[in-house]
């Protein structure tokens, strides 16, 4: 999954998924907390292997990780037209009021407030150092 759109958030707080982020997610998928102030997106087969890795750490890491990504985390089934409702603690937790950059991230999406996404700052240089660190 890749690709940056832009899409309002309505009044009740649905969201439009776009539709090539639909089809690589399935009928059914989660939302929960981003490790930022964003939100994560996963395919369930993708969901089901968190959960498993969870599952295999010492029970006090396990019990954090599930507190923070499985407690708000949601099922989503997007509608008609493609829009799924966003609970209020999870828009509250990204900031997400009006408009929200919808990321594809490959293996996962994820959901930004448009304005913070867009005051991300990674420069060309600190991606060529990185690369460089990674041997890319």
Not at 47 to 73: C, G, V
Not at 76 to 101: F, M, Y
């Amino acid at each position: 999954m890749i690709g940056e759109f832009s899409h309002s958030i309505d009044a009740k707080g649905r969201l439009f998924i776009p539709a090539k982020f639909r089809e690589s997610l399935g009928p059914v998928f989660i939302i929960t907390r981003g490790l930022g102030y964003y939100l994560f997106v996963y395919h369930m087969d993708e969901w089901n292997d968190l959960q498993a890795k969870i599952k295999t750490l010492p029970r006090e890491d396990a019990l954090e990780l599930q507190r923070y990504f499985l407690a708000p985390a949601q099922e989503c089934v997007p509608d008609s037209q493609g829009r799924v409702l966003i609970s209020q603690k999870l828009r509250a937790h990204a900031n997400l009021d009006k408009t929200a950059a919808v990321i594809g991230m490959g293996d996962h999406i994820e959901i930004w407030d448009e304005a913070a996404w867009n005051k991300t700052d990674s420069t060309p240089e600190r991606i060529a150092a990185i690369m460089r660190g990674a041997g890319l």
